[in-house]
């Protein structure tokens, strides 16, 4: 089932994000282009090996629900609805996704959250996802930003418990970039550039 990177899904006007996620088992890719400040349109697909060779064709639109800015931190909720086609070992026909996700960050500190529901098959499953995080140090504007997060995962479809995963962001400019690998092994590779 698809997984979400907890980054900022809408972006200043006018701007295109690549998103990519890539393990042995799943590939997920998303483009979205910012229309305003609160809103961004976005094309994605998702492939995972082990739910049935689940994939799926989406377009869809997230929306920035409330932002608070502070002198040094910033806080976001955000919503998003996508809907299209998809494809598994038994069947294929019309699938939604939507997601209610928050977060809120400082120079220092990092947290984010978010509940997405699929809809697919007569099927309703749910996905629980919570990130913790810290930077080792504050580094400046234009040098390497680095992160240790400790992600959790709560998705009944597929492990029946929940999966703990540590990680390392970088961000550099307009590129993010996160490695890890979870309690069972699977590791995981995921690419974001704003444009």
């Not at 989406?58 to 909720?77: E, F, H, P, T």
């Not at 919503?79 to 494809?87: D, I, L, M, T, V």
């Not at 996700?101 to 990092?110: A, H």
């Amino acid at each position: 089932m698809p997984t979400l990177l907890l980054a900022h899904p809408v972006i200043y006007k006018d701007g295109w994000v690549y998103w990519g996620s890539f393990g042995p088992d799943m590939n997920t890719q998303r483009v979205s282009y910012t229309l305003h400040p609160k809103f961004s349109l976005e094309a994605n697909t998702s492939w995972y090996q082990n739910n049935d060779e689940y994939r799926d064709y989406m377009l869809g639109a997230n929306y920035l629900v409330k932002r608070w800015l502070n002198g040094d931190s910033q806080g976001n909720i955000y919503a998003s609805y996508h809907a299209g086609y998809f494809k598994d070992l038994d069947t294929d026909g019309f699938a939604q996704h939507l997601m209610l996700m928050g977060d809120w960050e400082s120079r220092s500190l990092y947290t984010a959250g978010s509940v997405m529901s699929f809809l697919y098959n007569d099927k309703e499953e749910f996905k629980y996802s919570y990130r913790f995080g810290f930077a080792p140090f504050v580094a400046g504007m234009n040098t390497i930003q680095n992160w240790l997060i400790l992600k959790l995962d709560y998705f009944e479809a597929q492990n029946k418990k929940i999966l703990v995963t540590p990680m390392m962001r970088f961000f550099y400019k307009n590129v993010l970039w996160e490695m890890g690998a979870n309690t069972q092994g699977d590791y995981f590779l995921t690419l974001m550039i704003h444009y």
